[in-house]
């Protein structure tokens, strides 16, 4: 079936260093790949996404790239900032349905 | 812009007590979701809605039940709530696959839900 599976928390970062969330997926066909945030008390917001293999997705310094060889999607960022703490979670949404899966999250906080 | 609306954010309920979450979104998307998020084990699919007066069950439907009566908004109920269904709970929505592949999911901002 279809599945995702990503680097188990808590991440603790300082300010400014780089930022790697592994994320691994199982799937027949060609996938459609999501990185989403949680802040606290909210819910999930959109990061980045990938929709066919080499693609990479960007937003707000973060970057993902679609790798069909080792499918893997891994989430990184150049220098955190504190305002990143929060809970990431790797998705997929299979070529052949509109079901969404997610991983368990990872959650990182940024000291400074 | 409201997006995903959900009401009400919190509720506490006894064990066996009824109730209904209501979801609106105002993005005209076809499909909607109910998820429950629960520590450790990402989000769950409760119930999925593909349009108006149609759902399906999804990973974990068991002690839900929904309605999608209006094209904007998605219902979930509760009849006789039990501990185990402490959870927050999460409604999204969504373009369907035909109007752009990889279209991603919108979220509400949540209702935590606790049966005592």
């Known amino acids: 079936g279809n599945s995702v599976t990503q680097m188990e928390g808590p991440v603790t970062l300082s300010e400014e260093a780089f930022l790697t969330i592994n994320c691994t997926y199982t799937?027949?066909?060609?996938?459609?790949l999501f990185w989403y945030v949680q802040y606290p008390g909210e819910g999930l917001q959109l990061l980045l996404k990938a929709t066919k293999a080499d693609d990479k997705g960007s937003n707000k310094g973060f970057e993902a790239t679609y790798r069909k060889e080792t499918t893997s999607f891994h989430l990184e960022k150049g220098s955190v900032q504190v305002s990143d703490s929060a809970v990431y979670f790797c998705a997929l949404r299979p070529y052949n349905n509109n079901d969404m899966r997610f991983g368990a999250g990872t959650r990182l906080t940024v000291k400074p | 812009n409201a997006g995903v609306t959900q009401t009400p954010k919190f509720r506490v309920l006894k064990t066996g007590q009824s109730m209904t979450l209501l979801c609106a979104q105002d993005m005209n998307h076809e499909y909607m979701y109910w998820y429950r998020q629960d520590p450790g084990m990402g989000l769950r699919l409760i119930h999925y809605s593909v349009g108006e007066g149609t759902t399906a069950k999804g990973e974990v439907p068991d002690g839900y039940n929904v309605s999608r009566l209006k094209k904007q908004n998605f219902l979930l109920g509760l009849e006789s709530a039990a501990p185990s269904q402490t959870s927050v709970y999460f409604c999204?929505?969504?373009?369907?696959?035909?109007?752009?592949?990889?279209?991603?999911?919108?979220f509400g901002d949540g209702t935590r839900l606790s049966i005592l």
């Open positions: 999204a929505s969504s373009y369907f696959r035909g109007q752009g592949f990889g279209q991603p999911q919108h």
């Open positions: 799937a027949t066909g060609y996938p459609s």
